[in-house]
């Protein structure tokens, strides 16, 4: 994903969709030019040498993640780490999460929290129809 482009437009809210998740992903350690990387879920930029804050908080941030696997019969498999990373990294932010699929033939588990410290996980299990027969 490209996140520094859709910082950059002037808009109310913005919403980040990685899927199909194929790897980690780390939205709050994105590697900019001039060894400084940008916590996209903050607003903050900071030095990637020694951590110290290059840029104050701002209002351009990323205000929401969506996620999920890759759907289909060639989907490819996606590890249950890398999603709970990209919840954890939200939930550290207050940036609201929702987990659409897993994909790839298993059943569906859908994840949501909302922006706040201590926040609920609620959990909704259905079965995959191809999965069922």
């Avoid at 060639?74 to 550290?92: E, N, T, Y």
């Avoid at 699929?101 to 129809?129: C, D, E, K, M, Y």
């Amino acid at each position: 994903m490209n996140i520094p482009p859709l910082l950059a437009v002037p808009a109310a809210v913005r919403f980040a969709s990685p899927e199909p998740l194929l790897g980690p992903m780390n939205l709050t350690q994105l590697a900019q030019r001039g060894g400084t990387a940008l916590d996209a879920l903050r607003g903050e930029g900071f030095e990637t040498f020694t951590g110290r804050t290059a840029s104050g908080p701002g209002p351009r941030r990323v205000h929401l993640v969506v996620s999920g696997g890759e759907s289909g019969p060639k989907a490819r498999p996606m590890h249950p780490d890398w999603v709970r990373s990209l919840r954890d990294q939200c939930q550290s932010a207050g940036t609201p999460f929702f987990f659409k699929r897993w994909g790839h033939g298993r059943s569906q588990l859908i994840v949501t929290t909302t922006p706040r410290i201590g926040a609920r996980i609620t959990l909704r299990r259905f079965q995959n129809p191809a999965s069922a027969s």
